[in-house]
């Protein structure tokens, strides 16, 4: 009989009763103890058992994947304070799917020109150049340009100013892309409210990536208060959904349109669910398989994100906060201790208050601290289990430490196989 324990996302999981090999034992797959947070490569956030029943019942009966999307739309319209929702395979997806409603809008003949939008008119989205990263490829995908304005940063910093956004929309823009990374003063750019004001005045729609910008929960609302036309969230980082999930909110023409290129459309026109659409005119006929079908959302994958999202909102969210505090600062001293010999190692504790993300720094300095560093993490990818870490700062000679995805019962291991790490040679 499996056991339970819990996380600090406040998910419950089981685990294998001691002497019954787990699936990734029986394939040969080293466990993880994941103290780099919800990342993808490491498979997102757990499942509580609730999301995980909620998967198992949608996968026993069959229905139109058009009335399940329209349902789950109108939680999430509810939840975000949206016209309209929809579910995606991820925030990647999200992105894809609603430049490509900007693009398309009802027209069945876009949708189908896409990735080729050569001959078409508006193909750019602007972005401000500090908002640029490699997530944005989705954008791209499309086939749209990407014009990208403010300054460069040198000799002097100058921030986004207004009139760079309003000077750069033009015939061509089909949408602006907004991406929440942080203080926007500290950034250099213009603020969501700022953006959306000016967008707006041109007819032209703002899409912001919020993928990871949960919590705190109010974040599911603050998007679209500040003008969001659409809005992405990851579904399998804060939320505790399905790894393969996400959520789009927004206006609900464009989630129209994102419906109509991401749903199976080998349909007859005179039979098809949404046929009301072509009879008032909104469209022309159902549009080909649209660039949004590679990006397919199983009745499994929505039931589990609405219940996910749901628990997301009703739980303790302060509680949970204080919790993975405390472990932030166990593993602190349990390293602080186990490090105590070790020379040119600092622990450093971050209580997360500033962006509700407690975390551990290990810096190591001196000249051969990129070198150390690199070689520790390596070390720690060779144990069983392995210890995943956060690695932004390897090239400065440090790591960090999550405890979001972390129990209590992986402390005394994490630190265990840290420090031994560090202090071999």
């Known amino acids: 009989m499996d056991t339970v324990t819990a996380s600090t996302s406040g998910a419950t999981h089981p685990t294998a009763s001691p002497g019954t090999p787990g699936l990734y034992a029986r394939l040969g797959v080293r466990r993880v103890i994941n103290a780099a947070g919800t990342l993808t490569r490491l498979g997102g956030s757990r499942m509580a058992p609730e999301v995980l029943a909620a998967m198992a019942e949608a996968s026993r009966a069959y229905v139109r994947m058009e009335d399940l999307q329209v349902a789950a739309g109108a939680v999430i319209a509810r939840v975000t304070g949206a016209e309209a929702g929809y579910v995606t395979s991820g925030a990647a997806a999200g992105l894809l799917l609603g430049t490509a409603a900007c693009v398309a809008g009802d027209d069945a003949t876009l949708m189908e020109t896409m990735p080729d939008l050569s001959a078409v008119t508006r193909n750019e989205v602007i972005v401000q150049r500090a908002h640029r990263n490699s997530y944005d490829h989705a954008v791209r995908g499309t086939g749209v340009r990407l014009i990208e304005i403010g300054g460069v940063g040198h000799p002097t910093p100058v921030p986004t100013r207004p009139f760079d956004l309003d000077r750069a929309i033009g015939p061509r823009t089909a949408a602006v892309l907004w991406v929440e990374m942080g203080d926007p003063e500290t950034l250099g750019v213009l603020s969501l409210p700022e953006t959306t004001a000016i967008a707006a005045r041109h007819g032209v729609p703002v899409i912001v990536d919020a993928a990871a910008s949960l919590p705190p929960v109010s974040n599911l609302r603050r998007f679209i208060e500040e003008g969001a036309s659409l809005v992405c969230f990851s579904g399998g980082k804060a939320i505790g959904g399905p790894q393969a999930s996400g959520i789009l909110a927004g206006r609900a023409d464009l989630i129209r349109s994102v419906a109509l290129q991401h749903q199976d459309m080998d349909v007859h026109p005179e039979t098809w669910t949404w046929r009301h659409l072509i009879a008032d005119g909104t469209v022309d006929g159902p549009p080909l398989q649209g660039i949004g079908r590679a990006c397919k959302v199983g009745r ?28 932030a600062s166990m593993i602190t001293e349990g390293l602080r201790h186990a490090l105590a010999s070790t020379g040119a190692v600092s622990i450093h504790l971050d209580d997360g208050v500033r962006n509700h993300r407690p975390s ?18 390596n070390r720690l990818g060779d144990t069983d289990p392995i210890v995943a870490v956060g690695q932004g700062g390897l090239d400065r000679g440090r790591f960090s430490l999550s405890p979001a995805c972390l129990d209590e019962t992986d402390v005394p291991d994490l630190v ?3 420090a031994g790490a560090l202090n071999r040679p």
């Open 300 to 327: 499994e994958e929505i039931a589990g994100l609405l219940v996910a999202l749901e628990r997301f909102v009703a739980r303790d969210h302060e509680t949970e906060f204080r919790s993975r505090q405390a472990m």
């Open 360 to 377: 551990v720094t290990v810096a190591i300095d001196g000249p051969d601290a990129r070198a150390r560093v690199i070689a520790a993490v």
């Open 416 to 418: 265990q196989l840290v």
